[in-house]
């Protein structure tokens, strides 16, 4: 009996070991990622735009087979090639190339899924060819049931910091969205809303809870000012009227609730670890969303 026992224990720890060394496959022509921009300018206000990817075609690029990354900015739109093919291969590393008509801008490793914490990664992305990327450090890596299967899922955050700021979950790719691992820039967000799988959507970002969101889905689309940002330790919000911050981690948990009730609001957020949070701010006529960086 104590036989039948061990076998049974070393089948189940080999099939669990197999198991873990299949990486899922991220790029197939029946998913769709999309992804909401928000855009904050320095003089004010947030412009919010969503884009749908998905593969349109392949190609073959330095005798590799790649596939065309097609682009749609409405939900009645066709999805069309704009320039960004990606490859895989079955160890869980993923390449991208940017090409601007025939023209090569740049290309890299965007995403490697048989990294080990502490390695470090610089994620080539849509933005690489036109702003520094920074270095990103593999902080944790763990398997969660995140849509509809288990997945793993890898927590990368910045070289000065030790909390997660953006995760990457195995067959679907960035919390940031597919062709943006590690595009944290200036006046510009990138977050995951929607992804499609298996005939459905599968996932739906629960800060937003819908698949499509517009400057006109937003109500509060004012002068808000948050600044400085980055910041370390102090904030300050310029609005018009009073309103709530909720301040939501990369896990989207709401880690701190504060109440605006000036037109300008200087906050202390030192109880915070450094790291990519998302500023929800609510009045009664809607609401309005920020990145902050935490340094």
């Known amino acids: 009996m104590k036989r039948i026992y061990i076998i049974l224990i070393m089948f189940v720890m080999t099939n669990c070991v197999l198991y873990s060394q299949v990486i899922s496959p991220l790029l197939d022509s ?4 999309n992804v909401l921009v928000i855009s904050s300018p320095p003089w004010g206000g947030d412009y919010y735009t969503t884009h749908s990817l998905k593969i349109v075609g392949d ?12 682009i749609s900015y409405s939900q009645n739109s066709p999805h069309e090639y704009y320039g960004f093919i990606m490859r895989e291969d079955s ?25 080990n914490v502490g390695d470090t990664i610089t994620p080539f992305n849509d933005y690489s060819p036109y702003f520094n990327i920074e270095p ?16 793993k899922r890898i927590g990368l955050s910045f070289t000065f910091s030790t909390d997660t700021v953006e995760n990457w979950y195995e067959g679907i790719g960035s919390s940031n969205g597919l062709i943006y691992p590690g595009s944290f820039i200036i ?3 990138f977050y995951l809303l929607s992804f499609f799988e298996d005939l459905g959507w599968v996932w739906i970002n629960p800060i937003y809870s819908c698949i499509w969101v517009g400057t006109e ?29 909720e301040i939501i981690n990369t896990k989207g948990q709401i880690v701190d609730t504060k109440s605006l009730t000036e037109k300008v609001n200087n906050l202390d957020l030192s109880n915070l670890v450094s790291g990519v949070y998302t500023l929800r701010i609510k009045t009664d006529r809607g609401i309005a969303i920020r990145k902050l960086i935490k340094q």
Do not use: C
């Open 30 to 33: 029946t998913k769709q990622w």
């Open 59 to 70: 190609t073959i690029f330095n005798s590799e087979h790649y596939y065309k990354i097609g």
């Open 91 to 115: 160890t869980g590393k993923v390449w991208g190339a940017k090409f601007s008509q025939s023209t090569l801008e740049g290309q890299g490793l965007m995403y490697d899924f048989s990294v």
């Open 136 to 151: 990103l450090i593999v902080q944790n890596i763990d398997t969660v049931f995140h849509a509809n299967k288990f997945r």
């Open 187 to 189: 006046d510009y967000s």
């Open 217 to 245: 889905n937003i109500i509060l689309n004012e002068s808000i000012k948050v600044y400085p940002n980055p910041s370390s330790d102090i904030i300050n919000i310029d609005i018009e009227e009073e309103a709530t911050l």
